[in-house]
């Protein structure tokens, strides 16, 4: 079979495990599969190089913030090959570029626009080993780009289409996705299978495990994930097309992000246009907008409320207070202290009632719900930030996912 391994962080941390990775591979091709492998940066590497950066400046110039944390994935891809050619495994180590990986020309958060395979296909003819920089590609005129933090389970996934690949297997710290993030809950269980389109939710919705856009990315091009442990040989989570041998349980997992903030426009008045007016400025400035609510309109005016992401809250609240006085609204609030709580599962289109049971554990928990959204798969609530964990828990063990019900 024709596979993709893509290493994280910590499977390759340090040379002892930049060893344990290479026994990885030297065995999948033993066993006659035809391997390339991605890789990513050593654990703690990408933060390392970015507070460098920004101990030189603050303000660092988003080209050479690319040039410099690409350098991350271009060491551990070089020292795989080195171990691997130690052992007589003709592998060769490719940066972004080199793998043939062209992207838009956005710093830090670049998409792939193609990758010219050829080469590496030409090596993987000739029953070499590609090990490729993760995380990068250049742009049109050669700068190097990336693809955004935990960007390197996109690459793998986008090479693996272009390579057509069998199989992407994502090996991590972890030996499966669980039903909630698992150093929250202990007890969470392992999910052997699960839809592209459960695990799209997981990753949108706070479970870092995988990058979203790699989610995306296997779903349209229906390219099997299996996510999987570097440090013990069990099988871990398949991420698959939905089918109808997978259990319907109320809902799969709970997921949360604390990386959230809530703003309110109050008593703006109330005219055709007007959500077009605050969300406008938002979205030319790149900021990402979330939940959203509007309140029925009282005596021509009305309120809306959105989420964004943390970091981008003082820049909304100065936006919005411009807005504010153009529309002639009445005032501007800001909680830069919520987070997201969701429960997902394909199950919910067939259980009736699984957003009023979730709203009942969280009123026995006596925590106010702010904010809710749904789709046909998920329930998201926003609530305080300091209740995350507490609501986690409660929603975890009363839908019936801990290791000890199942
Ligand atoms: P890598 O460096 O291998 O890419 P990441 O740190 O990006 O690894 O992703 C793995 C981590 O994701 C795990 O260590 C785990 O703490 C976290 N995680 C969060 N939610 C989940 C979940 N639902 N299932 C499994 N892991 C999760
Ligand atoms: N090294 C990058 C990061 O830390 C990319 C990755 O690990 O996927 O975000
Ligand atoms: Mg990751």
Do not use: W
């Not at 990986?101 to 010219?116: L, P, Q, V, Y």
């Not at 153009?326 to 919910?348: E, H, W």
């Amino acid at each position: 079979m024709r596979i993709v391994q893509k290493y994280g962080g910590t499977s390759v941390g340090n040379p002892d495990r930049i060893r344990k990775t290479a026994d990885i591979v030297e065995t999948s091709l033993k066993a006659g599969d035809e391997i390339t492998v991605v890789v990513s940066a050593m654990s703690g590497e990408t933060n390392r190089l970015i507070s460098m950066a920004h101990e030189m400046d603050q303000a660092a110039c988003p080209r050479e913030l690319d040039a410099l944390v690409a350098t991350g994935e271009q060491v551990t891809a070089a020292l795989l090959s080195i171990e691997l050619q130690r052992r007589g495994i003709r592998a060769y180590s490719f940066n972004g570029a080199q793998a043939g990986f062209i992207t838009s020309g956005n710093h830090s958060r670049a998409r792939i626009c193609n990758i010219e395979s050829h080469r590496l296909i030409r090596h993987l003819e000739k029953g070499e080993v590609p090990v490729v920089a993760g995380f990068q590609g250049v742009d049109e005129d050669g700068n190097i780009t990336t693809l955004g933090r935990g960007g390197s389970d996109t690459s793998a996934v986008a090479l693996a289409i272009a390579l057509k690949a069998d199989r992407c297997d994502i090996y991590t710290d972890v030996d499966g996705v669980y039903t909630t993030d698992p150093r929250i809950v202990p007890d969470a269980s392992k999910i052997d299978r699960i839809s592209y389109e459960e695990m799209l939710e997981f990753a949108s919705l706070g479970a870092k495990v995988l990058q979203t856009r790699s989610v995306e990315l296997a779903m349209r091009f229906n390219m099997p994930i299996h996510l999987r442990s570097s440090f013990e040989s069990v099988d871990g989570t398949f991420v698959v097309k939905e089918d109808e041998t997978m259990e319907r349980a109320a809902i799969t997992g709970v997921t949360y992000n604390r990386d959230e903030a809530k703003v309110t426009i109050q008593g703006i008045p109330d005219h055709p246009g007007i959500a077009a007016n605050v969300f406008g400025p938002v979205a030319d400035a790149g900021i990402n907008v979330d939940v959203i609510v509007q309140n029925v309109s009282e005596q021509g005016h009305t309120d809306i409320t959105f989420t964004v992401p943390r970091a981008d809250y003082a820049s909304t609240m100065a936006l919005l207070k411009e807005s504010c006085e153009r529309m002639q609204a009445r005032n501007v609030l800001g909680d830069n202290t919520v987070a997201k709580v969701s429960i997902i599962g394909v199950g919910m289109r067939s259980h009736a009632g699984v957003a009023k049971d979730m709203f009942t554990v969280l009123a026995k928990e006596n925590i106010n719900i702010q904010m809710i959204t749904t789709s046909e798969i998920k329930v998201t609530v926003v609530i305080d930030e300091g209740s995350v964990d507490q609501a986690i828990r409660s929603l975890h063990a009363t839908f019936g996912l801990s290791q000890s019900a199942s």
